[in-house]
């Protein structure tokens, strides 16, 4: 989990096949995208003796790399930007841009719902959008909702534990009322909002329903798991559902993807030359099911067991023994 921009950059591809990410042209193989992230390469490791590896040893020192690239965390630098979550960015700015209350984007954990999130961000002009991402955590309240909305917004949050959803409400389409009069428009995006009760669901129809009579003054965006989906097909959400014109499902990544995806997060930590063969790519995208969150966690386990077997190529069966401790 950047940049602002309105519209959305088309997904060029050079012909190494890396996509340019946030708008910057596709490189042409590992040599332009080295020069894109400004790659100085580390030094190479030095030949490891045989036996056990020492204890202060580290595989990204061994490796070559300047960091982990497969660390468990949001980092802009790694973004990795394939069809999928461009079509999913697309089809969300077409939902802010013409007006229309909802849009939804699903996928199963970890499929990279949080990383289109962030690309919107960077896209959104501040000149004519309020942004506010909220972060739904299991449980959540309406007001409580209600107050993250207004905290991103940098609104001043009524204290006290009697504070009513109403009045929470009030003020916030006062201030979507007030953002329509300066020429901007809020665009609410909840994150993980296959969390959000049946009651917080209506609330954001409710929110969704502030308008004038030329257009809705709100544009909320979704980014659930897929389970999210079988709750919205039943009857009581059918208002809801009616509002959600544009949805793009996140599929995981093919197995040509996933060896680019690894091979930009690699070179982004410092390490042009190859480092998983072909055997262990097909061994990652087969143990993780193309899923960025499980690529990542099986690649650093099979650092960490290449390391320690001082293997300088990694093959399928070292994949293979990271997957078993998966």
């Known amino acids: 989990m950047d940049e602002t921009r309105v519209t959305q950059p088309p997904l060029t591809e050079g012909v190494g096949g890396f996509r340019g990410v946030g708008g910057m042209p ?91 999130s962030q690309l919107l961000l960077q896209q959104l002009d501040p000149a004519k959008y309020r942004p506010a991402l909220v972060l739904v955590t299991p449980g959540m309240s ?47 995006l909840i994150d993980e909002c296959h969390f959000l009760s049946a009651d917080n669901l209506h609330l954001l129809r409710t929110i969704s329903n502030i308008e004038i009579p030329e257009r809705k003054l709100t544009t909320c965006l979704l980014f659930a798991e897929d389970g999210f989906l079988r709750r919205l097909a039943h009857p009581t ?25 690894v091979k930009y997060r690699l070179l982004v930590a410092g390490r042009a030359r190859e480092l998983f063969d072909a055997a262990a790519q097909a061994a990652l995208h087969r143990g993780s099911g193309g899923v960025c969150r499980r690529v990542n966690k099986l690649a650093m386990l099979a650092l960490v067991e290449g390391f320690l077997q001082r293997q300088p190529l990694l093959d399928g069966r070292i994949v293979d023994a990271a997957a078993a401790r998966l």
């Open 237 to 261: 959400f059918e208002s809801l559902r009616n509002r959600i014109y544009l949805r793009h499902p996140l599929a995981p990544l093919t197995a040509a993807d996933c060896a680019q995806y």
């Open 26 to 116: 596709g490189l042409a193989g590992a040599a332009g995208l080295e020069a894109l992230v400004q790659i100085e390469p580390a030094p190479a490791a030095a030949p490891a003796e045989a036996g056990a590896p020492s204890a202060a040893g580290d595989f990204v020192e061994f490796y070559g790399l300047r960091e982990n690239p497969f660390a468990d965390s949001v980092n802009p630098a790694y973004f990795y930007r394939t069809d999928g979550h461009e079509e999913a960015c697309i089809r969300m700015m077409l939902a802010v841009r013409h007006n229309i209350s909802m849009g939804l984007v699903t996928g199963p954990s970890g499929s990279g719902k949080t990383l289109v």
């Open 142 to 188: 309406r007001t409580a909702l209600l107050r993250e909305i207004l905290g991103e917004l940098g609104l001043p949050v009524p204290e006290g534990p009697f504070v009513r959803t109403q009045e929470l409400l009030r003020l916030l389409s006062d201030h979507i009322i007030a953002l329509h009069g300066r020429g901007q428009k809020l665009v609410l």
